[in-house]
């Protein structure tokens, strides 16, 4: 049983102001939450339904048992998946650091299903961060977590002025631009950093003039532009190989 | 102007019930117009602010003038760009031959998104069809066309009995499973059929079974799976390598 005020607590989480400026937020469904519940991240609060209670070992502290119909006026999904759990935000003001690892930096990317898609396809190819520029749509955006399918839990995202944090690093600089070299043809470097620019405007200077390789997927048909999940799998596959 | 009739007619393809039966579908913005009007597609009618019309040599004979709130009006965008045209579906009854050419095919894509951002990447890639099952979704669903930029004018997909177009083939069937010979290792034939099963269940029986060569995008990290536009990106892009 779910009461009034948590009822519109959670509801407001559909508005960004309120999603944004929040400590916790929002998980759904099955899957997700067995992932949660393996991970250190700190679940405040979690609302069930029976059916899923009585899936698991033992009821956790946190979790509240909802009817079907309050699971579905509290989800941000079409309909309700068995369990809600709000999840403290993790505060990292520091990027791990540049130098031994391959490291993704997103400049603008703007549309939360690109965002949640990337997450989850650096999770697939084993980055452990991925750094984005203010602009970057917030990686606790529902939309954005419901689409990382989880990788949210694994991959650090942080918010970082991206010029000032490679200006002085000596290892490679990928961008991925329309004329670069191929990345068929190019060796790229295990510890490096790959740029993946705004869907319309790509990269934007000064990070444009830091890139020290621009790279290039080749194209073969007639379409202008490949979409920027799309573009970053690709090379990420290329990288990882 | 628009008329009452005209401005009901065209919002009504806001709904599954219209767009899927009318005989055209909506095309939206000055980019995708350009590239319509360069095309042999058939455009009954369009929609075009007096911006639109300025930039254009002449005044073609299907626009009719609109004001910027007449155009938000009948947009399915957030907001209108400038031009919007009715465009006559094509009746593709047979798919091309699948010998001598890379074709894809698609086994219940259910995403919107998903299906557009992958027409998009054909093209890119340079395939001039794909096939889907009847249950993928429309190609001429607005957030599919919307999110192919453009790429649906140039990408014929045409809707099939899967299994039965590939039984009797004698080329390469690759399908996309997460158990398969790495993509990395194995030589991919520039004349078969690439296989990319719905988002949650994969490929299906029968289809699954006529699968040649099963191959595999290797993971290097923890997510359980790719997004089904980025697997055929990344597919794609070895299979042109």
């Known amino acids: 049983m779910i009461n009034k005020n948590e009822l519109k607590y959670i509801q407001s989480f559909a508005h960004k102001k309120h999603w944004a400026e929040?400590?916790?937020?929002?998980?759904?469904?099955?899957?997700m939450m067995e992932e949660l519940?393996?991970?250190?991240?700190?679940?405040?609060?979690?609302?069930?339904?029976?059916?899923?209670?009585?899936?698991?070992?033992?009821?956790?502290?946190?979790?509240?048992?909802?009817?079907?119909?309050?699971?579905?006026?509290?989800?941000?999904l079409q309909k309700g998946n068995q369990v809600l759990a709000l999840v403290e935000k993790k505060q990292v003001n520091e990027p791990l650091p540049l130098k031994g690892r391959m490291?993704?930096?997103?400049?603008?990317?703007?549309?939360?299903?690109?965002?949640g898609t990337i997450i989850r396809t650096a999770d697939w190819f084993g980055l452990d961060q991925i750094v984005v520029s203010a602009d970057t749509a917030s990686c606790f955006n529902p939309k954005v977590v419901q689409s990382t399918m989880g990788s949210?839990?694994?991959v650090q995202v942080v918010v970082a002025d991206l010029p000032e944090l490679i200006q002085?690093?000596?290892?490679?600089?990928?961008?991925?631009?329309l004329e670069g070299k191929s990345i068929q043809t190019i060796d790229?470097?295990?510890?490096?950093?790959?740029?993946?620019?705004?869907?319309?405007?790509?990269?934007?200077?000064?990070?444009?003039?830091?890139?020290?390789?621009?790279?290039?997927?080749?194209?073969?048909?007639?379409?202008?532009?490949?979409?920027?999940?799309?573009?970053?799998g690709i090379i990420?596959?290329?990288?990882?190989?």
């Open 22 to 31: 929040e400590s916790v937020f929002i998980i759904e469904g099955p899957k």
């Open 37 to 76: 519940m393996a991970s250190d991240w700190v679940i405040r609060q979690a609302y069930a339904t029976k059916d899923w209670i009585q899936n698991q070992p033992f009821k956790p502290h946190y979790v509240t048992e909802v009817a079907d119909f309050e699971l579905d006026k509290i989800s941000q």
């Open 103 to 115: 490291t993704l930096l997103l400049d603008g990317i703007q549309d939360p299903g690109n965002l």
């Open 152 to 154: 949210i839990l694994r």
């Open 168 to 177: 002085s690093v000596r290892i490679p600089i990928y961008g991925a631009v």
């Open 188 to 232: 790229l470097a295990k510890e490096g950093v790959l740029v993946i620019g705004n869907e319309s405007r790509g990269i934007r200077q000064p990070l444009l003039s830091l890139i020290t390789d621009p790279i290039t997927i080749p194209r073969y048909g007639t379409a202008e532009s490949l979409n920027a999940a799309v573009a970053t």
């Open 236 to 241: 990420l596959a290329k990288w990882q190989h």
